[in-house]
C-alpha cells in the first residue's frame, strides 16, 4: 500500500479521506498518513487523521519518510500556487474511484481526484491536479487543462477546452465544441452555450452563485 499526505484539511480534504476509505474497501490501496494545513494546529484531528505541519513542511517530511501528497483544494489558483511553490515535490498521486468510466484513450494528468460515477469519454485529456467531482461527465475529445474543477453533475459536452484554473459549479452544462478560457468561474446550474474569454464569471440571472 501507498502512504500518502492530504494538503488542506476543510471540506475537501475530508471528502479526500472519504474517497480514499471508499476505495480501500474495494482494494487496500492508500494509507493515509495525515493532513498538512496552514490554519490548524499539529496533532489537532480532522476525520480521525492528525495535522502533520504546514504546507511548507511537505519537502521535509518527505525527507524522513517517502509518500505521495494530493492537494485538496478546490480553489484553481490556489491549487496552482501550491503545485508552483512544491515544485521539486514528485510524487503527486493520482486518485480515481474504481466506480469512474474512464475510456483507455484518454488519460488523466498526476496529482488528480476523480470521485465515484465520473464518466471521461474517449480522446479527452484531463490535466495535473484537477478535481472532477460526483456525477460529473466529461465527453469525447474534450481538453480540461491544469487545476480545473469540475463539480457534481457538470455535463461537458464533445470537443470542449476548459482553461486552467477554471471552476464549473454543480448542474452546469456546457455545449460542444466550446472554449472556456482560463480562471473562468462558471455558476450552480449555468449553460455554457458560447466562448468564454479568460477570467469571465458566468452568473445565472446576475445571482454568482460559485463556491466560497
Given amino acids: 500500500m501507498k502512504e500518502i499526505v492530504i494538503m488542506g484539511a476543510g471540506e475537501l480534504g475530508k471528502e479526500i479521506v472519504w474517497l480514499i476509505e471508499d476505495i480501500n474497501r474495494i482494494k487496500p490501496t492508500w494509507v493515509i498518513l495525515g493532513f498538512l494545513d496552514d490554519t490548524k494546529a499539529v496533532g489537532e484531528l480532522c476525520s480521525g487523521y492528525p495535522i502533520l505541519g504546514p504546507m ?3 519537502e521535509s517530511l518527505r525527507d524522513i519518510n517517502s509518500f505521495y501528497a494530493v492537494i485538496a483544494v ?6 496552482t500556487r501550491i503545485a508552483k511553490e512544491h515544485a521539486e515535490f514528485n510524487r503527486w498521486a493520482t486518485i480515481i474511484h474504481p466506480t469512474a468510466a474512464i475510456a483507455p484513450e484518454s488519460s488523466v494528468g498526476c496529482g488528480s481526484v476523480v470521485f465515484p460515477q465520473v464518466t471521461v469519454s474517449v480522446d479527452t485529456v484531463i490535466g495535473k491536479h484537477v478535481l472532477l467531482y460526483i ?8 481538453r480540461i487543462e491544469d487545476c480545473v474543477s469540475v ?7 464533445e470537443h470542449v ?4 484554473r477554471s471552476y464549473i459549479s454543480a448542474g452546469s452544462n456546457v455545449y460542444p465544441h466550446i472554449s472556456i478560457g482560463k480562471d473562468c468561474r462558471i455558476a450552480v446550474g449555468a449553460t ?3 466562448d468564454l474569454q479568460d477570467g469571465v464569471n458566468k ?4 445571482k454568482g452563485l460559485f463556491y466560497k
Fill in 56 to 58: 511548507s513542511s511537505l
Fill in 74 to 79: 478546490q480553489n484553481g489558483a490556489d491549487k
Fill in 135 to 142: 456525477h460529473s461527465i466529461i465527453c469525447n475529445d474534450c
Fill in 151 to 157: 463539480m457534481s453533475g457538470v455535463s461537458v459536452a
Fill in 161 to 164: 477546452t476548459v482553461g486552467e
Fill in 192 to 194: 455554457i452555450d458560447d
Fill in 203 to 206: 452568473n445565472i440571472k446576475g
